[in-house]
């Protein structure tokens, strides 16, 4: 049986994926995340998850069906302008 | 504490480790491989940790106690020097027979009198913590398997040898069986010899040699 472990690095931070192990029980899959990411003081806690209790998701539904670009801010770049305005002002940029 | 008190601990936990890092590479399987390693690997940091308390009071250090003195010298009990390299079930029995032995002993160490002692034997037991569930784990996932239980009454009477013979009640009720003739430390089985040539042979080959 294959268990999915999640690491927690400091008390409240958030649980990220460490890996994966195989073991035949609960019991044994936690005294094995332990020994794998937990025995040298590198985590404050521990999620143990079977796989088969991770849903995943996938296209379609997390892609974009339609476009709609004008919603993100990352098409927006401040610096062009900055240099622009900057220009016409006269000053040079601070840094 | 008298020195070959500390010596029976070290020598305990010296070749129990080294005989369980025989299983290394070749365990049943990988999480356990890398499991059944780091216990051996950690057993043998508390024989270090021993040894220097007895390097002490013998004004030796612990590397000469752990390979330079001869096989007869050795105070450890019977039970860890059996070689059961092909044999899964009776390794696991012997972990699980000899952690809960150690706990017995162990727990009167928190009360010595000696701080040091007391001092190691606390730190020492909460890195044995984890060495129970682990045991505990596997015996009981083995306990219904004929391997296991027939290992378990092979090896009952070495187990007995581990403890002093006021604390062999204590080890009969956490273990679950009747008191019987123990194997008692001071005579070596054939298995020790052939284990202590591997195991101080690098050492031997340069004697006084600093590394």
Redesign the interface.
Known sequence: MIWEVFRQEREGAPFQHGGS????DL??AK??A???YG?RGESFALWVVPREAVEEVREPMVAEVFDRDYRRVDGYSLKGKLKEARGRAGTAATR | MDAQELLRLADDEFILGWRDSEWTGIAPFLEEDVAFSSIAQTEIGHARAWYQLAAVELETDADALAFDRDPDEYACAPLVELRLIDDWAASIARRWLYERADGIRIQALLNSVDRDVAGLAEKIDREEVYHRIHADMWAERLRDHDLFSRAVEDLWPYALGVVSPEQRPLLCHAIGLEEVGAIERGNHTPDLRPLWEEMTMVRRSLPGATW
């Open positions: 192990l195989e073991a035949p019991r044994f005294a094995y332990r020994e794998f025995r």
